[in-house]
């Protein structure tokens, strides 16, 4: 299972159990800082997983937290090794924002997918015609560029991929009759944009 887990899913994993044995020590941030000889924000960085932890320092933390389970402890190492390999928006990284690659690792993550959309039809449903004509709608300012555009394009056809990996992920929606009736772009574009949802149902991929 944990092969279609995205490296940024593992960190987050890891920095939850982390902090969970750290309180259990008793230990604060600051104390925790003083035994490893480590600044505070290096600890809080580790448990907010903002960055990756090395094998040396993660052997620090579990001699500090007394962990004895040796199961558990080989499944932390494996988690930290795992959260170190590049994911797929690795090489996106220069162009979006941390919190936004984050979004994109756990959704491709999950084995289930609930969305509610009550404005707009999900990115992850709309074809790339459409999808170009509701940013340009919807961005505020200037208008994406065609270079941003493909960037963009380039973006959603690698979280399909990504998706399409998993034949158990369930996806659910739930679309609010206004935003079906809602055109963005042409009579045609629109069109498309309905017939694609409708393949989606017909495969039972939504």
Do not use: C
């Amino acid at each position: 299972m944990l092969d279609h887990y995205d490296p940024m899913l593992m960190q987050r994993m890891l920095a939850v159990r982390l902090r969970q044995l750290r309180y259990k020590t008793g230990l604060s941030q600051r104390q925790t800082a003083l035994r490893t000889e480590w600044s505070i924000n290096k600890v809080n960085r580790i448990e907010n997983a903002d960055s990756t932890i090395s094998i040396t320092d993660l052997n620090a933390l579990l001699g500090l937290y007394r962990l004895t389970d040796p199961q558990d402890d080989e499944t932390l190492r494996d988690w930290a090794r795992r959260a170190r390999q590049p994911g797929w928006t690795s090489p996106y990284a220069a162009s979006l924002d941390l919190r936004t690659r984050r979004h994109l690792a756990y959704q491709t993550s999950a084995s289930r997918i609930l969305m509610l959309d009550t404005l707009l039809i999900p990115d992850l449903l709309r074809t790339d015609d459409f999808n170009r004509h509701v940013r340009r709608a919807t961005t505020g300012g200037a208008p994406p560029t065609d270079q941003q555009h493909h960037l963009y394009s380039q973006i959603d056809a690698t979280r399909r991929a990504q998706l399409a990996k998993r034949a158990d992920r369930e996806l659910r929606v739930v679309i609010d009759e206004a935003v079906l009736l809602r055109p963005f772009g042409s009579i045609d574009t629109t069109i498309n944009q309905l017939q694609y949802l409708r393949r989606l149902t017909e495969t039972g991929t939504l």
